[in-house]
């Protein structure tokens, strides 16, 4: 695949970074923000490899690939998608980073609703191996197959995610997995400390090896199945935002930019936590590239 033409719509902590992927992998890039402060910002981040416009639709002007990557909000980013759709050369791709809102319904203001998809992409972008494609009711073979390709020419991996439903599958999965560890803590059975020692001490490594279905096939399926007999009904089924979230937030505990939420965040322990993170992806996402 040649350079593509591809509009960043958003200069946040996503479109920053949605930026560097598509530069480093040698396309075109203009990113659009609403702060023209915003859009210097991220050109000089990336040594003005980027082009800047003042407008979303001259971004889009002639864009192969449009990424939305604005607020998460319905009415803006579907007014968004409905202003630069013109813009965009015939066959050109819109596609939306959002991460929960229905692909459907954003495509609701648009005159050709086949040419959107999801394309959510994972944070930091530039070390994550690989982005959901959302399919909405409306999404083309033809769009989805072209967003594959630009995937590809990214060295990125894919999801398919068939149904455009709440949360798509990585969300889903980690809440899943959130509501029962908060249930677990709220019960007093264990501590959020030793829940995130078991998390990254068993779970994390081995799903990094061999995902989930994989070491279902190798804990062996009648194994799997006893133990689902006793456990399956013992797990949390809470509908409600869980309760220990409601009350630290309302503590004003919301987390490591507040200073405080499971843990008290001093900025060393911030720093420290940012490079373990860039040390680990990186180390996945070089391992993930070995993978049969
Ligand atoms: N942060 C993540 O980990 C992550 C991961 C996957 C997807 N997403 C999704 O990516 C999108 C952007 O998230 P982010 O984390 O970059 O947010 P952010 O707050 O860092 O950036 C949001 C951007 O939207 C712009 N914006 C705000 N209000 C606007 C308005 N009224 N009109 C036009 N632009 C406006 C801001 O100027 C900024 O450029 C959201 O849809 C979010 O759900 C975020």
């Known amino acids: 695949m040649g350079p593509l033409r591809v509009a960043v719509l958003g200069g946040g902590t996503m479109g920053r970074e949605i930026a560097r992927v598509f530069v480093t992998a040698g396309h075109e ?13 991220v050109r000089a981040d990336l040594d003005g490899a980027v082009a800047g416009a003042d407008s979303a639709a001259d971004a889009a002007n002639g864009a192969d690939l449009v990424v939305e990557t604005i607020v998460e909000d319905l009415g803006l980013k579907t007014a968004l998608l409905a202003e630069v759709e013109p813009c965009l ?10 991460s929960s809102l229905s692909i459907t319904r954003l495509a609701r203001g648009l005159r050709n609703p086949s040419r959107l998809l999801g394309m959510h992409w994972f944070h930091p972008a530039s070390h994550m191996p690989l982005v959901e494609l959302v399919l909405g009711a409306d999404t083309a073979p033809d769009t989805l197959e072209r967003a594959e390709r630009v995937c590809a020419s990214l060295g990125k991996s894919t999801v398919l995610v068939r149904e455009d439903i709440p949360g798509f599958v990585v969300n889903r999965l980690q809440y899943a997995l959130m509501r029962e560890a908060l ?22 490594p081995r799903w990094c090896a061999s995902g989930l279905f994989e070491l279902m096939d190798l804990a062996g399926l009648n194994t799997v199945r006893r133990v689902s007999k006793v456990i399956m009904p013992a797990l949390s089924t809470d509908a409600e935002v869980p309760e220990l979230i409601e009350q630290l937030c309302a503590e004003g505990r919301r987390g490591a930019t ?35």
Request: proline share 2%; hydrophobic share 50%.
């Open 89 to 98: 050369a015939a066959d050109g791709v819109l596609t939306t980073n959002t």
């Open 29 to 41: 890039v203009t990113v659009w923000s609403r702060s023209p402060e915003t859009v210097a910002a």
């Open 183 to 204: 249930a677990l803590v709220a019960a007093g059975v264990v501590s959020a400390e030793d829940i995130d020692l078991a998390v990254s001490g068993t779970l994390g």
């Open 258 to 292: 507040s200073g405080s939420g499971f843990y008290a965040w001093a900025a060393d322990r911030l720093t420290r936590a940012g490079h373990a993170r860039t040390a680990f992806l990186t180390l996945a996402r070089d391992l993930a590239r070995d993978r049969p």
